[in-house]
Every structure is written in C-alpha cells, then in structure tokens.
C-alpha cells in the first residue's frame, strides 16, 4: 500500500516537474541555409509578436510549431513574451484587427516534423526543446540567444 | 484480445483487401470476363509476399533508429555555431552584424515534405473561405455584444443616440428605460491577397433608437506593404488621431471598458471628431530607429461632410468640397520598455458649409486636431492618457472656437478579472457652429471586466456624469461581449 502511494507521488511529482518551464529547456532552430547564427531576447520577442517580418536574407520569417496547447509552445510564449497562451493569441488577432500583418504560422502535427519543416522552408524558425536536439542530426542551426548557447550559463530560454 | 490474434486477424483483413483489389483490378481489364475464384495458393502467395514486406518495413525501421539514436551527443562542441554575439541579426534591423561566412547549404534528403504542414489557423475560431486553385482564401470573425442598461446616462454614454445623451446629435429623443439592448453585430473579413497586398473590412449592423437595424460598411482597406519601412492602405479607415481611434474599432469584445471614450465616439453617434477617413494611408517606420521605435502615419482624405447634420457625416461617394483633409501622426514604441506608445498627430481640413448638400450659413471654417498620448499595455496592466484639442477656425473673422477633450483609463488584470477606472472629460465649445456636440461632460466610469471564456467577457460599468445644464446622471450597464 505503501508503495501504491509512493508510485502515485513519484508519478504526480513527475507531472508537476515535466509541466513546469525549466529554464534553457527551450532552443530556437532555423533551416541550416540561414545567416543568422544568433538572436538577442528583444529580437526574437519582435519575431514572436510578428513585428519582424523578414530575415536578412529577405526570407519571409514563419514560426512553425506543434499545438499551441502544447507545453513547449506555452513555455515559449511565457519565456520571450511573457504572456499565456490565450493572451497572446489574442494579442495576434488584435493586430489582425488593426489590419497589421500578422506572424505567419504553420502548425505541425510533431516536434520532429517541425524540426523537418524548418530544415526545409527558408525564413521558417522553432522553438523546440533543448533535450531534443541530439536527435535532431545536425538538419537544422541552433541559434545562440543573447550570445548563448543552449547549455551555457546565462542562456535565457 | 491476445496479439497473436490480433496479427492473424489484421493478416486476414490485409489478405481479403488484396485479394479485392486484385479481383477489381482483373474487373477493370477485363470488364466481360466472369467473376474468378482466387485459388489457395494465390493467398498463400499473398500472405508470403505480406510477410516478406513487414520483415523488410522492420529492417528498416531499425536502421532508422539506430541511426538517430546514435547521432549526436549534445556538448558544447556540436553545439558550436559561429555566433554573432547577439547583435542584430533580423532584416528588418541593421544588416551589418549579418555573420559573413554563411554555412553550407544543408542536406535536403530526408525531408519531410511540407504539406504535413498546414497554414495556421491561429485558433479555433476563425472561418476560413477559399475557391481553391491558388485564389486567396476568404478569413472571417464575427464579434457581438449584448447589453442590459439601467440609469438615466447607462446607456447614452455607450451608445449616446438618445437626446438625453448627446444633446443634439440629431436622432429621436426618447426617455431612458431599462432595456436589454442587441449591439453591433459586427463581420471581420480579411484576405492576404499576396504577400505584399492584404485586405480588411468590417461590415457591422447594428440598432438604433428607432430598433430598426441598420448596416454600414465601416472599415475597407486595401493595403500594400513592401516592408515595414512602407505602407500604402485605400478605402476607408480609422483615421490616426490619437490612441484609442486605431486600436480599438468596432468588435467591442477588444476593449477593456464598455463603450469608447466620449471623446471617440463615432460620428452617428454624435461624436465631434473625423474617426473616419475615405482616402489613402500610409505608414512605416523611420530606419536606424530601432531602439526608439519611431513609426510614421501620414493620411489625405475626404473630411467629414460640411453639414454635421448630414444623415450620413462620413463622406464615401460624394464629396461636398475639394478640400482635401490631412492628418500626420507619430508614435515611439521604445525597446527599453515594453509596452509603453508615445505620440501624437496633426489633422487639417477646410470645412465649407454652404457647399453642403443640405448648406447652412456658416463661413468657410479651417478645422486643426492636435492629439498627444502616451500609454503603457502589457498582459497585467493597461494604462491609456490622451488628449485632444480641436480648433474651429471662422475664415474673415479669425473667431477660434476650441473644444479641449481628455480621459485617462487604468486597468489591472487579476487572473480572468480586470478592474478597471476611466475619467473623461470634453469641453465642446457652445458656440462652435458645426460642432454636434456642445457642452461640458465629465466623470468617472468604473468597471469589471470578467473573461469568463477564452473569446467572451462580461463586463459590469457604472458610469457618473455630470452634463453643463443637466443634473447629474448615473447609469449602471452589464455587457456580453464576444467574438465566433
């Protein structure tokens, strides 16, 4: 009985921790082909709010991304915009109604079919998860934020 | 079910499909044949070559994982990607810092082709229309709202059309009764034409005093944007004067508090400023201003009909003058704080109202708008400060006749709660000769906001105001708001 208790513990201390946003969990990928190598935290927050529309080889920028239910994509958001989810969808169809453009989006069924997405679509980024990207093979470019790597000190995804 | 029989049965099922699409495949060639009974030994082939297939799919799938597996151990030295040190990187920013030495071009193989991707949707909630074949596709978003006002000024500040609201603003007077109230039932359609060419509009009905329905086309907007140093936009527009006049529109669902600021109030609703524009826009912003945000708006259109009384003041067709009105704006979006907008605009027309199609004799009057705000908005905290100055100038005379307007609007939100206070207050000058408005109004307005669902809100206001040559009044109004 003991032991039932303890697994349910485990397994309810394991759900809280895999729900939690732990910081330089998250990476930010670009198809290999691209030439930027890095991105400073108020950039890539004017990429996400769908203020930048176009990289420096004037590839029009596209975030690709799984459900934006899903954990990775609330951490994003909360992480570069600090907003929920809903805020930020709303946020995106205030600017709609301002008649501004908005951030090109694609939604993907997976992390990897994003990853292949963006291996393959010039101007298109992710935000994945940073323990993900071993098995990434190399097909995509982590960017460094703020100068960092994810995995070095001071990283702030 | 044990998975033994789960295979033999998933087997069979894939024997019988073969085995239809053999025999419809042998139907096809030969339509005049006789049906032919397959032989066991066909099946058994079937099942042989089946077998085969799964083993070889196995094969393969190892080898798949196997190799992804294997592939890479995250350390610092996979990992290392010239970086540029965080500078500019973006297009849209200084090019400079763009790292020079651009990688090779990463091995295609094994893509995953991107039609398992789809164009978003941002949400659940929009409705998409396309006939296909490369054509645009049709986006629409409704909003509507639903109201119930009690008080003798609840609803007249919402929707100031009762005479005891807005003094002469030209609808029927009727007495203020408790009522339940439909709002704007208010279409949002857009379509990204190309990728440099996009359109909105707003088509909204919406009742009056008179309960009938009327409709209006309130917003079309052909809009070109190259880049984000230029815009050009044709139709008809929110004219750039001050804050609230561009962001919020007719969708009520976006707005903190109920109703706009008296000072905003659209022209058939007895509002003295051009909120409406049918002409050309164009915006941008500055280069190099990166870390200021300097954006520029520069608008050239039909003002307001010469006639206040016009039954239809925004001039969409005819034009009662070629005077043309012209309204310049500026605002900083700054990155040291977020959230934070500073601007403001100048807006100029020459009014003649005896060339009116209903004239009245009043001399040719030069109209200035000048605007300032400054407002900060991030997830939790809304804080809107603006101010206007509208001048009335009498040609030959040089009488000036000035109607100062301001409100001041602060929110925090709680979870799924938004408090919120809003002070106003407009001075439209008595004598002004084509003002609607005229008088003092002032006081404060204070509310609840309750997002009870991700695209629906209630909000509960109550309004004071005090009217120049009226008593003060007080109002109370619940709202239902939301967009489909």
């Not at chain 1, 759900?15 to 930010?28: D, F, K, M, N």
């Not at chain 2, 799964?54 to 597996?69: M, N, T």
């Not at chain 2, 002070?423 to 009870?452: A, M, T």
Request: with cysteine; hydrophobic share 40%; aromatic share 10%.
């Amino acid at each position: 009985m003991i032991n039932l208790r303890a697994a349910i513990l485990t397994l309810f201390a394991c759900a809280a921790l895999h729900a939690q946003c732990v910081p330089g969990g998250l990476a930010v990928v670009v198809p290999k082909t691209s030439p930027t190598d890095g991105l400073s935290m108020a950039q890539l927050r004017k990429l996400v709010m769908g203020d930048v529309h176009t990289w420096p080889d004037k590839s029009k920028v596209t975030l690709v991304s799984t459900d934006t239910e899903g954990a990775v994509f609330k951490c994003m958001i909360t992480a570069v915009v600090r907003m929920t989810t809903p805020e930020y969808r709303k946020y995106l169809l205030t600017a709609e109604f301002r008649g501004d453009e908005p951030l090109r989006m694609k939604t993907v069924d997976s992390a990897s079919t994003a990853v292949r997405t963006v291996a393959g679509s010039a101007g298109a980024f992710s935000v994945v998860e940073a323990s993900s990207l071993p098995s990434l093979g190399g097909s995509v470019k982590v960017l460094a934020i703020n100068g960092k790597q994810p995995g070095e000190p001071g990283y702030p995804l | 079910m044990a998975p033994n029989r789960f295979h033999l049965v998933v087997k069979a099922l894939t024997v019988c499909v073969a085995a239809s699409l053999i025999c419809n495949s042998a139907a096809a060639q030969q339509p005049a044949a006789p049906t032919q009974q397959i032989s066991q030994s066909t099946v058994d082939e079937l099942v042989r070559l089946l077998a085969a297939h799964e083993a070889r799919i196995r094969e393969l799938e190892q080898r798949l994982s196997a190799q992804s597996s294997g592939a890479v151990s995250i350390t610092p030295a996979t990992l290392a990607v010239p970086v540029a040190a965080a500078a500019p990187v973006m297009a849209d920013m200084p090019a400079s810092s763009v790292n020079a030495a651009t990688p090779a071009p990463a091995p295609i193989a094994a893509l995953v082709p991107t039609d398992q991707a789809h164009e978003t949707i941002d949400d659940p909630h929009d409705h998409m229309m396309s006939l296909g074949g490369g054509a645009p596709a049709l986006k629409i978003r409704g909003f509507f709202d639903f109201n119930y006002g009690v008080g003798s000024i609840a609803n007249p500040l919402i929707f100031p059309e009762a005479n005891n609201g807005c003094g002469t603003c030209g609808n029927p007077a009727t007495p203020s009764h408790n009522a339940f109230q439909a709002g704007e039932f208010d279409l949002f359609l857009s379509s990204k034409i190309s990728d440099q060419l996009s359109f909105v509009s707003e088509i909204v009905l919406g009742p009056s005093t008179t309960n009938e329905f009327g409709i209006d086309i309130e917003r079309y907007q052909l809009t070109y944007r190259p880049n984000k140093y230029f815009s050009a936009s044709a139709g008809r527009f929110h004219t750039s004067i001050g804050y609230y006049n561009t962001a919020y529109h007719h969708g009520t669902w976006f707005g903190t508090a109920e109703g706009r600021p008296i000072m905003y109030l659209f022209e058939d609703s007895g509002g003295t400023l051009p909120v409406h524009m049918v002409g050309l826009s164009f915006a941008g912003e500055v280069p190099h201003t990166e870390y200021l945000g300097l954006h520029w708006i520069a608008e050239i259109g039909n003002g307001l009909s010469s006639n206040p009384n016009a039954a239809e003041s925004v001039q969409n067709f005819y034009s009662d003058r070629n005077y043309k009105a012209t309204n310049l704006a500026f605002y900083i979006k700054p990155q040291f704080l977020e959230g934070l907008q500073i601007g403001g605009s100048w807006y100029h027309d020459g009014i003649n109202p005896t060339q009116a199609q209903n004239p009245l004799p009043v001399p040719e009057i030069r109209q200035n708008i000048e605007s300032a705000y400054i407002v900060y908005l991030t997830s939790k905290w809304e804080f809107l400060n603006e101010g206007v100055m509208l001048s009335n100038h009498v040609t030959g005379t040089g009488e000036a006749f000035r109607s100062p307007m301001a409100y001041t609007q602060v929110a925090r939100k709680f979870g799924i709660y938004k408090p919120y206070f809003r002070y106003q207050y407009v001075h439209d000058n008595v004598n002004d000769p084509i003002n609607l408005l005229k008088g003092i109004y002032y006081g404060p307005s204070v509310g609840l906001r309750l997002d009870f669902s991700e695209y629906a809100a209630f909000k509960l206001q109550y309004n004071h105001l005090f009217q120049s040559g009226q008593l003060a009044g007080n109002g109370l109004d619940g709202n239902l708001s939301f967009t489909f």
